[in-house]
């Protein structure tokens, strides 16, 4: 694709994006400054508190020690 045509092509984007967002209506100004987070129904997420800084270093190195691979693992299936 030469330049010329490149250059064709996003100004028929651009002006095809420009009318359709033209058609759309606005929002009424009372209805965006309505929408906070405070007022979304979202779910909180929260990570557990209970679990210390050991606890966790303890079970990522016992993680590690016991670590297989995905091969490992497929190739067990066959000496089994």
Same mark, same amino acid.
């Given at each position: *694709?030469?330049?010329k045509s490149f250059i064709a092509a =996003? &100004? *028929?984007f651009v002006a095809t994006a420009t009318a359709? =967002? &033209?058609e759309?209506?606005?929002?009424a100004p009372e209805a965006s400054a309505t929408a906070s987070?405070?007022?979304l129904n979202l779910p909180t997420l929260g990570a557990p508190s209970h679990t210390s800084r050991d606890e966790a270093k303890a079970e990522a190195?016992?993680?590690v020690k016991n670590y297989k691979?995905?091969?490992?693992?497929q190739l067990d299936q066959y000496k089994n």
């Open positions: *694709m030469n330049a =996003a &100004a *028929m359709f =967002a &033209a759309s209506p606005e929002p987070a405070s007022n190195v016992d993680f691979t995905t091969l490992s693992v």
